[in-house]
């Protein structure tokens, strides 16, 4: 597993998405499952972008992931509440599943920008 440190700068916008990336900031962490999903999620349509749909999870006490289907535009986002062990993820191309690991209590600012730009690059690769 690859551990990739989200920072809020432009010179980092640069990180490749890959399988089973556990993703990290200051005080959020994510583990990322590319193309597996859990599945039996609740649909959020106010995420437009990865970001928003990971911040609405990070905002949300009950939350413990979400599935991501970036299939279709705009992406849909599903909240997971129930806890779940990783291993029961299922293959589906174009969906991602991103576990809380630690919750981020004060997101700090710019991550969200920087976020989107790091999405975007690894989207048109």
Not at 15 to 36: F, K, M, N, P, Y
Request: hydrophobic fraction near 35%; charge should be positive; glycine fraction near 6%.
């Amino acid at each position: 597993m690859t551990k990739i440190s989200l920072n809020a700068s432009l010179s980092q916008a640069a990180v490749c998405v890959r399988a089973d990336i556990l993703v990290e900031q200051d005080c959020s962490e994510w583990r990322q499952h590319v193309g597996r999903m859990r599945g039996g999620g609740r649909r959020y349509d106010g995420a437009r972008t990865i970001p928003q749909c990971l911040d609405y999870c990070n905002a949300n006490a009950s939350c413990v992931g979400v599935d991501i289907d970036v299939n279709v535009i705009p992406l849909r986002c599903f909240i997971l509440h129930v806890d779940y062990n990783e291993n029961i993820l299922r293959n589906q191309p174009g969906t991602d599943n991103y576990k809380l690991i630690t919750r981020c209590a004060n997101p700090p600012k710019g991550l969200m920008f920087f976020l989107t730009l790091r999405h975007i690059y690894s989207t048109y690769q």
